[in-house]
Nanobody
Framework: QVQLVESGGGLVQTGGSLRLSCAAS????????MGWFRQAPGKEREFVAG????????YYADSVKGRLTISRDNAKNTVYLQMNSLKPEDTAVYYC??????????????????WGQGTQVTVSS
């Protein structure tokens, strides 16, 4: 069992930045690939970014490439999502998720085993 706790969300103006963090309870954190997903009101959950257990492989949704960066610190059992040049369309609840397979990056939510509670990100225009 892995418990995930997100933090760092908030209200920011267009063009601003936020850094989301997701702390994991498991000491074997490096064996899990991690992903960030988001869900806006009235929309389906969508993949944002993912990173392999080693951190060597990352993948991004086209809508966030060049603006959002996923990274991880396995010594701290934490994955991050640095969000720059934010737009109103980035407004959503952001969730981190853990995939026990560790290798590679999956882009569909059903492939992830554990989820956090989410953190709200609101970008004002």
């Amino acid at each position: 069992q892995v418990q995930l706790v997100e933090s760092g969300g908030g209200l920011v103006q267009t063009g601003g930045s936020l850094r989301l963090s997701c702390a994991a309870s498991r000491r074997t954190f490096s064996t899990y690939a991690m992903g960030w997903f988001r869900q806006a009101p009235g929309k389906e959950r969508e993949f944002v970014a993912g990173i392999s257990g080693s951190g060597l492989t990352t993948y991004y949704a086209d809508s966030v490439k060049g603006r959002l960066t996923i990274s991880r610190d396995n010594a701290k059992n934490t994955v991050y999502l640095q969000m720059n040049s934010l737009k109103p369309e980035d407004t959503a609840v952001y969730y981190c998720a853990a995939d026990s397979r560790g290798v590679g990056v999956r882009r569909t939510g059903k492939e992830y085993d554990y989820w956090g509670q989410g953190t709200q990100v609101t970008v004002s225009s």
